[in-house]
T-cell receptor, first 113, second 112 residues
Framework: KAGVTQTPRYLIKTRGQQVTLSCSPI?????VSWYQQTPGQGLQFLFE???????NKGNFPGRFSGRQFSNSRSEMNVSTLELGDSALYLC????????????FGNGTRLTVT | QKEVEQDPGPLSVPEGAIVSLNCTYS??????FMWYRQYSRKGPELLMY????GNKEDGRFTAQVDKSSKYISLFIRDSQPSDSATYLC????????????FGQGTTLQVKP
């Protein structure tokens, strides 16, 4: 079974621009969650989508948004990029029911200059 | 106070040593606990997943949960250089959620 796939692996953007990251979950998984990982804050939860609906949301500003498609693939968008948005963005998928464990992709490394 | 506390290390041990990695948590709603291993430039990989208090063993890895003291541990026996990575503990604050609360991660180096 293929794992969670994230594209692109690396991105360099300029302050003020916007960016879209993509995530393909494990086949059959209906939940996709997004996390931001930085050396200072560690792994922080952004939001979760389940069956095309946002089910949970973390404490990030509205510049961070996402969506999920009918095939469970998900995209995350960050608008008006700030230098502090430089981070590893990780996507994780699960069945979304009960306490099913999360399986992570290898992330997209975003650098904002 | 963070909901999940973990000593960031780094922790350096010789090959073959027994490694003990620990986390404490403050939220009594935490019922399930996971350990992830993250290699450099990779995403976290699920190692262990536990619910009950007590021990769960998988090969060289043992996860231990003590809910009375809100303390979770991961033991690695016969540590290998390939175990060198960052180890993260995590817990969901409820059920039917993709939200995990992570510790800061402990960086482990196993020297040959």
């Amino acid at each position: 079974k293929a794992g969670v796939t994230q594209t692109p692996r690396y991105l360099i953007k300029t302050r003020g621009q916007q960016v879209t990251l993509s995530c393909s979950p494990i086949s059959g998984h209906r939940s996709v969650s997004w996390y931001q990982q930085t050396p200072g804050q560690g792994l922080q939860f952004l939001f979760e989508y389940f069956s095309e609906t946002q089910r949970n949301k973390g404490n990030f500003p509205g510049r961070f948004s996402g969506r999920q498609f009918s095939n469970s693939r998900s995209e995350m968008n960050v608008s008006t990029l700030e230098l502090g948005d430089s981070a590893l963005y990780l996507c994780a998928s699960s069945s979304g029911t009960g306490n099913s464990p999360l399986h992570f992709g290898n992330g997209t490394r975003l650098t904002v200059t | 106070q963070k909901e999940v506390e973990q000593d960031p290390g780094p922790l350096s041990v010789p090959e073959g040593a027994i490694v003990s990695l620990n986390c404490t948590y403050s939220n009594s709603a935490f019922q399930y606990f996971m350990w992830y291993r993250q290699y450099s430039r990779k995403g976290p990989e699920l190692l262990m997943y536990t619910y009950s208090s007590g021990n769960k063993e998988d090969g060289r890895f043992t996860a231990q949960v003590d809910k009375s003291s809100k303390y979770i541990s991961l033991f690695i026996r016969d540590s290998q250089p390939s175990d060198s990575a960052t180890y993260l503990c995590a817990s969901p604050p409820g059920s039917n959620t993709g939200k995990l609360i992570f510790g800061q991660g402990t960086t482990l180096q196993v020297k040959p």
